[in-house]
């Protein structure tokens, strides 16, 4: 199967990440939950990958980033956390629903919220410009995805960094789609909240992520239970990160952070971004000529990453990727993307789109048959009835 479905999740791992959870199939204990050698050296693994992740985003202090099962959880945490009802929030069209659907729980409490739309149809560069007219004397945080599961298109951190400097908001970043691929710089950004997932671009199993929390916000529990400390207090601690690690943690997931963050670092976050991109370029150039299609995302590719969202006049997305499916092995997605209003916004909601999403794994002859599968099916003489 030629796999492009990865910004679902990346389906090849590192081989690191395989070899290390064989060799510590059986070695894995409940880290902080005793006293025994297993127990202990568990507990060296997580901070170990802790501190790698934190080196990562630089964090200073690693306590001040939480594990959690994904960035679903890392945004539900963030929002229910420093969002109130009397708050308003600015956020995008290109938001994933794990950012909008908590947000519309606060909204149903009495948040307001005020949406950076697009420049254009079809591109789909936001438009930073609007974001001084939304300001708002109760305005509290941006919450903004560092790049969007559609288009690819990646947000200038720069642009939305000075703009909640100037107004003192918060800024949230979901960085689901970008983060093992872009440098993000916790500190230089001044980002407040960071919340990633760990089954994409870091290679990682699915059931990992985390979160990081700036020094002097604190978060609530989404839940609470054993932490490992304190047993006696009827209340569940408050200090990071174990307020947010309530039950026994993920302890292999983490192990295979540990073990793709080695990868990550030995390739180099430019070299596996430069790749992708190469690639991208190449792909692009090669089929954007066909007549009946459209390619959606920013044009200038230093401003995507590895997606390439298309639709075509000729066939309905679904049945394109059906056809790559089940004619060429070649596995997409299709349809609406879990971001509704950028879908509006793109106006693509009835048809959605057909989404191609790299990794670094992505092989150039993958690329090439997908190319001659897409030129076949979109080409003059293809007939679509006749799989
Ligand atoms: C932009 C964006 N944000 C958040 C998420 C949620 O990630 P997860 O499903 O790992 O929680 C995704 C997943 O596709 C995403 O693409």
Redesign the pocket.
């Known amino acids: 199967m030629i796999y492009l479905d990865n ?2 999740t990346t389906l090849v791992k590192p081989d690191l990440v395989k070899e290390r959870l064989i060799e510590k199939f059986d070695k894995i204990g409940n880290p902080s939950r005793g006293s025994n050698e297993i127990s202990l050296d568990t507990g060296r693994m997580v901070l170990a990958t802790r501190i790698k992740l934190a080196r990562l985003f630089n964090i200073k202090d690693p306590r001040r980033l939480a594990f959690c099962s ?4 890392a ?1 539900n945490i963030a929002i229910s956390s420093f969002i109130g009802r009397d708050d308003h929030v600015i956020t995008s069209l290109i938001e ?1 629903n ?2 909008l659907r908590p947000l519309y729980l606060k909204e149903k409490e009495g948040a307001e919220l005020s949406f950076v739309g697009l420049k254009d149809e079809k591109e789909g560069v936001l438009n930073y410009e609007m974001m001084e007219g939304l300001v708002r004397e109760n305005t509290k945080a941006l919450v903004i ?1 560092h ?3 559609v288009t690819g298109n990646i947000t200038d951190l720069s642009k939305v960094s000075d703009f909640c400097k100037k107004h003192e908001l918060l800024l949230i970043v ?1 960085a ?2 970008s983060a093992g691929l872009i440098d993000i710089d916790v500190e230089k950004y001044g980002i407040d909240v960071l919340c990633f ?1 760990g ?2 671009g870091l290679y990682g199993l699915t059931g990992t ?1 985390g979160i990081y929390i700036r020094d002097g916000l604190n978060p609530h529990a989404l839940k609470v239970g054993g932490s490992g400390i304190n047993s006696f207090d009827k209340d569940h601690p408050l200090t990071m990160p174990e307020v947010l690690e309530a039950g026994t943690i993920n302890a292999y997931g983490i192990l295979s952070l540990n073990a793709s963050l080695d990868f990550i670092n030995q390739i180099g976050l430019a070299n596996i971004r430069k790749k992708e991109k190469d690639l991208l370029i190449y792909f692009e150039d090669r089929i954007k000529q066909i007549p009946t299609l459209t390619i959606y995302g920013a044009k200038d590719l230093d401003e995507r990453v590895g997606i390439l969202a298309i639709n075509s006049t000729k066939i309905p997305s679904k049945d394109l990727a059906q056809i790559l499916a089940e004619k060429y092995d070649i596995a997409t997605r299709a349809g609406a993307h ?1 971001a509704p209003l950028c879908h509006k916004a793109l106006r693509t909601e009835e048809d959605g789109l057909v989404r191609f999403s790299l990794s670094y794994f992505t092989k150039k002859e993958e690329i090439d048959k997908t190319i001659r599968a897409l030129k076949e099916i979109l080409g003059d003489d293809y007939d679509s009835n006749n799989i």
């Open positions: 910004a679902a994904n960035a679903t959880e945004l994933h794990s950012v995805s790049a969007s599961n979901d689901a789609q997932t089954h994409k992520g879990c």
